[in-house]
């Protein structure tokens, strides 16, 4: 079976950017091992695009939406077309992420 496309919305790049500066200030090296956590996780949904969890919320699974969790972190994504993979948001797992719907 062909690698699926992995899209990263802008929105999700700029929480990682946040994430990892954030993280940064206080310890430059454990910002850098979670940004490559984020990253080969992300890119294992090339080969198991449905390996996240279905959120508990009933909005965010109408809508497609699957969680990646890393360490601390959530990663939100949907499958477009049984092709892509797009990455829309990754936040804190202590925030509220209602923004979302």
Do not use: C, W
């Amino acid at each position: 079976m062909p690698k699926h496309l992995i899209s990263i919305t802008e929105a999700a790049e700029q929480d990682l950017a946040e994430i990892v500066d954030y993280i940064a200030n206080d310890n430059p090296a454990a910002a850098l091992k979670l940004a490559e956590e984020i990253e080969q996780n992300i890119l294992r949904l090339e080969d198991f695009p449905l390996m996240g969890a279905v959120p508990k919320n009933r909005r965010l699974t109408r809508q497609g939406y699957r969680i990646l969790i890393v360490d601390n972190y959530l990663v939100f994504y949907v499958l477009l077309d049984n092709e892509t993979v797009e990455i829309r948001r990754i936040v804190s797992g202590k925030r509220d992420y209602k923004f979302l719907y």
